[in-house]
Each structure stands twice: as structure tokens, then as C-alpha cells.
């Protein structure tokens, strides 16, 4: 069947960071291609899912998305799942539902405008493809306006294969973006009203290119004037080399936060995940990072109920937790994912252990993000201001050590000094004592 061809687009993304920035890079290519964004609320002729499949939970959301875009008189726009789920469901997900016209990959978006001419057609619009050929050569350049906080792929893929985990899976091997284009790409953005630039990659810190390491990138791109902020995200404790702790040390422009996932406190545990790290490697390095970097925040991931978790594994969570004091930290209950190694594995963990386990440790990280925030009360801070607050004139940023911070005053992609008055478990606010020279 042939369909119009689309004027207005929108794109959804859900999961992570990446899958933001990848629907970035795919508005831009459809802007590029003349197509205008939906206007808020309205219908968009091309809907672009970027979905994520790292739990059960997440991949599921498709389908109820999906069902979502059918309008009252029955139509329905043109639908592209995207993302994570395109990967691993690729076909099978025409299968389930006739609502989706166009499957594609993470690592074949670019190819995106084509499909959508194919299906315009009637035609067969499934790619996933891991082309050798990277996309970010084919996509078009940055925005002309970039977010006062903007993302930037540098790496992606994992050889980890941590046994529970989809992303070898779903985004491939672990390839490095080249220096050259990272770096253009860092100056666009800039140039386009940036102050504050995220690396990402699933294993950020595995960057690597022409014998230069992730330190290398972020002391160049430190040079940058008019780039007040770098961060990146997510690290692998493997690839945390010294040249990256020293950074910290050495690099003002770089932030005082580490998102180190650790997984499990339980070694039989992180040996069944195949971490290859034990929770003691992981302690000592959490006090080289600090030596380095004193006021660093942590941050984390936990999977409670892996395959053969017993009470006693999981007191070692919590004993490595109360050990490492998170700023903030992410937790989940474990979701068997197909074709993983652990789907199979024995001692699957029984739902009501899961979600005592779950809200046990939650309890213990919400204590010690709360702690972490009232111990910034009194203090001056930078923000950096992002976005509008819930009331009138409110604006909400981010401290260096990304906690949220709500004040008064200033303008979106100020950089302030902020007094904080008070302090709640997810967020503090403050008084703007003086405004930045940009
Ligand atoms: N079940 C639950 N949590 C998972 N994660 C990855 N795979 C799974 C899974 N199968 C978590 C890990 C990872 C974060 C992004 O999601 O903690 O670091
Ligand atoms: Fe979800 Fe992982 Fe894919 Fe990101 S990389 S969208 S977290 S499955």
C-alpha cells in the first residue's frame, strides 16, 4: 500500500542519553531532507519511535506506543520504530503489529530518508544493517541552536558482554569515533550555544584513536572557548586508566561526577555477570578517582535479583553501596533478556524477593543522595540554567555535581553562582549571588 508522503515529523526517544542524541541526528536529517517539526500537540505525518530494549519493560513500551498514534478517525501516521528494539526485533516486529512501517537500526539511521521513500512506495523498509561504513559520516552537520547542555556521541558498542546485557547486541561492536570529527562536531556545537558537553558512549572511557585516549579528547576540547563544562558517560570500571583519574585532578572544565556502574557488591555475583572486576578492585579504584578529585560525586548502576542471588550476595551490595556513598546511583531488578547468557541460567529470583531487595537499596541510595544534597546548603555553587522551571519565571540547572537546581531567576544557558538555601532528596534551590562573563 503507498502512503503520503510526510511533511511534519516527530521523534521519541526513550532509554538513554545515546538514544537522545541519536533522535537528535535524525530530526536534523529529516530537516535536512525539508521536512518541519510537529508543533507541540499537534499530529506529525512521520512518527519516529527510538526505542530501547535494556528491560523488559522498555521494549514492551513500543507496542502500546505504537497503538498510541491511531487517531480518532482510524488514520495513523507514518510509523518508524528505530532504536534498540528495531535491532533485536528487526522483522518480527512488522509481525506483531501491521502499525509500523519502517524498522530501523541504531547503527543504520542514516539511511532513514531512503526508507522512508520505500515505504512511501509500499515497499519494504526494514534495515539493520550494522553497515561498515559508519553513519556519522553521512549524516548532515550539527543544528544551527544547540541546548546550553548538548550530547555528543564519541564512542559506541560494547565487547564487554556483561551476561545479563542486550547492548553488544543491539548497538555492536565497540568502535571509536575519529578525533577529527569529534572535534568538529564539539566546535558546531559551541557554535551553536552550547556551554556544556556530555561524551557519550556505553563504554565512553574505552575511547580510543590514533594512540590517543579519552583524557587526550577532553583536555582539546577543554580548549574550546566559550565550552564551559565537559562530562561523559557511561564508564566501565576496566577501562578507567590514570591518564582519566588524573583529568579530574587536572582539567577545571571537567566535572566533579563519575557514573561508574559497579552492578553487584557480591564477587560469585559479578563473576556470574562477567564484570571481570571484584567489588575490592572496584573500592580501591573509587579511592584513586577520590584522591584525585576529593568533592567527586558517584554515581552507579545496581541489578538486584541477577540469576542465583542469595541474601547473602545482596548484604554485599549494600555493604559496597554504604562503602562508596553515592551522590546519586540507578538500580533495577533484573530483567531476563533474550539471548542473553543469563535468560538460561539457574536460579532465576522470584519477583516479591526482587522488589523487597529493590526497595531496600533504593531506601539506602535515597538516604545517601539526600545527604549528599544537604551538605551543599549554605554553599555557592555554578549552575548552569537549562530549561524553565514549573512556575512562572522558575528556572531548573544543574550544579556541577549534576544535582538539580531550582532558582528565581537568570536566563536559560546562564552560567550562575548560586547560594543554596535548602536541600530535598532530588533537587535543591538557591538564590543567584552573581551571573558569569560568558
Ligand atoms: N536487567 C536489569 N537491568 C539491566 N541493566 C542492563 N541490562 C539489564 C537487565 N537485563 C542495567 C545495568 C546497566 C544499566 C544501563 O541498565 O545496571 O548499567
Ligand atoms: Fe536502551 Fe541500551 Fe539501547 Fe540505550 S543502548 S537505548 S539503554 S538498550
Redesign the pocket.
Known amino acids: 500500500m503507498t502512503r503520503p508522503t510526510p511533511s511534519t515529523y516527530r521523534v521519541k526517544s526513550f532509554g ?1 542519553q545515546m538514544n537522545v542524541y541519536d533522535g537528535e541526528r535524525m530530526a536534523e536529517m529529516l530537516a535536512a531532507r525539508g521536512l518541519t517539526a510537529a508543533a507541540e500537540g499537534e499530529d506529525a505525518d512521520l512518527v519516529v519511535l527510538n526505542t530501547c530494549h ?3 519493560k522498555a521494549s514492551e513500551k513500543v507496542y502500546s506506543e505504537v497503538g498510541r498514534l491511531r487517531r480518532e478517525d482510524g488514520s495513523r501516521p507514518l510509523v518508524a520504530v528505530a532504536g534498540c528494539v528495531a535491532q533485536a526485533e528487526g522483522e518480527e516486529i512488522r509481525r506483531r503489529t501491521r502499525d509500523v512501517d519502517i524498522v530501523v537500526g541504531p547503527q543504520a539511521y542514516h539511511r532513514l530518508p531512503g526508507l522512508i521513500d520505500t515505504a512511501v512506495a509500499g515497499g519494504h523498509a526494514v534495515d539493520t544493517d550494522m553497515p561498515a561504513d559508519s553513519k556519522f559520516g553521512a549524516l548532515p552537520g550539527r543544528a544551527r541552536r544547540a541546548a546550553p547542555s548538548a550530547f555528543l556521541t564519541v564512542q559506541e558498542g560494547c565487547d564487554k558482554f ?1 551476561t ?4 553488544p547486541y543491539t548497538r555492536g561492536a565497540e568502535v571509536s569515533r575519529p578525533w577529527g570529527q569529534i572535534m568538529d562536531e564539539a566546535r558546531a556545537l559551541v557554535d551553536a550555544g552550547a556551554r556544556e558537553i556530555t561524551l557519550l558512549g556505553q563504554n565512553v572511557n574505552a575511547w580510543a584513536h590514533d594512540g590517543r585516549y579519552l583524557h587526550d579528547l577532553i583536555e582539546a576540547m577543554a580548549g574550546l572557548s566559550g565550552l564551559a563544562r565537559i562530562r561523559y558517560t ?1 564508564s566501565h570500571p576496566n577501562d578507567m586508566h590514570d591518564g582519566l583519574i588524573a583529568a579530574h585532578r587536572d582539567i577545571d572544565k571537567l566535572m566533579p561526577f563519575l557514573h561508574l ?1 559497579v ?1 553487584s557488591g557480591s564477587d560469585r555475583i559479578l563473576k556470574a555477570m562477567n564484570r571481570s572486576h571484584d567489588a575490592d578492585s572496584y573500592l580501591r579504584l573509587i579511592d584513586r578517582v577520590r584522591a584525585a578529585r576529593p568533592d567527586i560525586a558517584i554515581s552507579g ?3 538486584v535479583g ?1 540469576p542465583g542471588e542469595t541474601d547473602a550476595d545482596f548484604d554485599a551490595t549494600l555493604k559496597v553501596v554504604e562503602r562508596i556513598g553515592h551522590a546519586q546511583a ?8 533474550p539471548g ?1 547468557p ?2 538460561t541460567m539457574d536460579g532465576q529470583v522470584e519477583a516479591q524477593v526482587m522488589d523487597e531487595r529493590l526497595k531496600r537499596l533504593q531506601a539506602l541510595i535515597g538516604q545517601q543522595q539526600h545527604a549528599f544534597n544537604l551538605a551543599s546548603v549554605g554553599r555557592d555553587t555554578t549552575v548552569l540554567l537549562e530549561r524553565a522551571g514549573r512556575h512562572p519565571g522558575q528556572l531548573i540547572g544543574k550544579s556541577p555535581w549534576l544535582q538539580s537546581v531550582v532558582v528565581e531567576q537568570g536566563a536559560i544557558g546562564d552560567l550562575v553562582d548560586v547560594r543554596i538555601s535548602a536541600a530535598g532528596p532530588n533537587s535543591l534551590s538557591g538564590v543567584i549571588a552573581q551571573k558569569e562573563a560568558a
Open positions: 538513554c535494556i528491560r523488559e556483561c545479563y546485557c542486550v547492548v557511561t556502574p552492578q548502576d545496581y541489578i541477577f540507578f538500580s533495577f531488578k533484573y530483567s531476563p533478556r542473553t543469563a535468560a
